[in-house]
């Protein structure tokens, strides 16, 4: 069993910004991907940013320049740095992770999300 665990999220003015961190656990052989989520009130969850193995990212087209995915293989936790934060970036923030169990089976899961509110 795979567990995410989110964390950094929170209230911030309108122009600062937060750093998110997921961090993976249990019984993982190896994360392929790794990605943000993001889900705002009455909205389905949409892709933030995702970051293959080998450092490729991928952003969502709105949110370039402003948001930056990075990851640490080592301690299998994916970071998302936002800086110049609008009202519009409020909502929760999901981690995602998929790759390979000890078992050789794989696996793709959730972190429990964590809440980003910016106030204008």
């Known amino acids: 069993q795979v567990q995410l665990v989110e964390s950094g999220g929170g209230l911030v003015q309108s122009g600062g910004s937060l750093r998110l961190s997921c961090a993976a656990s249990?019984?993982?052989?190896?994360?392929?991907?790794m990605g943000w989520y993001r889900q705002t009130p009455g909205k389905q969850r949409d892709s933030v940013a995702r970051?293959?193995?080998?450092?490729?990212?991928n952003y969502a087209e709105s949110l370039k320049g402003r948001f930056t995915i990075s990851r640490d293989n080592a301690k299998n936790t994916v970071y998302l740095q936002m800086s110049s934060l609008k009202p519009e970036d409020t909502g929760v923030y999901y981690c995602?992770?998929?790759?390979?169990?000890?078992?050789?089976?794989?696996?793709?899961?959730w972190g429990q999300g964590t809440k980003v509110t910016v106030s204008s």
């Open positions: 995602n992770a998929d790759g390979i169990t000890i078992a050789g089976l794989p696996f793709a899961s």
């Open positions: 249990g019984t993982i052989r190896s994360i392929n991907g």
């Open positions: 970051i293959s193995s080998r450092g490729i990212t």
